[in-house]
């Protein structure tokens, strides 16, 4: 039984994984071109936090309670926006820090003749 909670929770989540917009969309942002993106895609817990918000008001006024579920999703779906911002902007950092690190060692590593090379013909 376990086995079969444990199987049926993986397909689930590649599912969504694939498939979702959100979480497409955060697998684009965590890459190196998509890294800037991030606090941008902050802006997109707005909307999520207007659906919910939205949903709430008609659940209070008498509407299906399935409306929850809804509710449920935006609030998800706004936190994980929410966050992709800071997460970004840590990984971009990071990433330039090492890059950086990276060139520069390069540029220590070769040898003086090519580096005369290469600043006279102006390559970097």
């Keep these: 039984m376990i086995r079969l ?7 689930t989540r590649c599912f969504l994984r694939r498939y979702m917009p959100t979480n497409i969309l955060l697998d684009v942002i965590r890459t190196r ?17 207007l659906i919910a918000n939205v949903c709430v008001q008609l659940v209070e006024d008498g509407a299906p309670g399935w409306l929850h579920l809804v509710v449920l999703w935006a609030t998800w779906n706004m936190l994980k926006m929410l966050w992709i911002g800071p997460v970004s902007a840590v990984l971009l950092i990071r990433t330039r820090v090492r ?14 003749e090519e580096r005369a090379v290469v600043d006279a013909i102006g390559i970097r």
């Design 5 to 11: 909670i444990w199987v049926a929770s993986v397909h």
């Design 33 to 49: 071109r998509g890294l800037k993106w991030g606090i941008p895609a902050m802006l997109l817990a707005i909307p999520y936090l």
């Design 99 to 112: 890059e950086s690190v990276t060139a520069r060692r390069e540029r220590a590593s070769s040898p003086a």
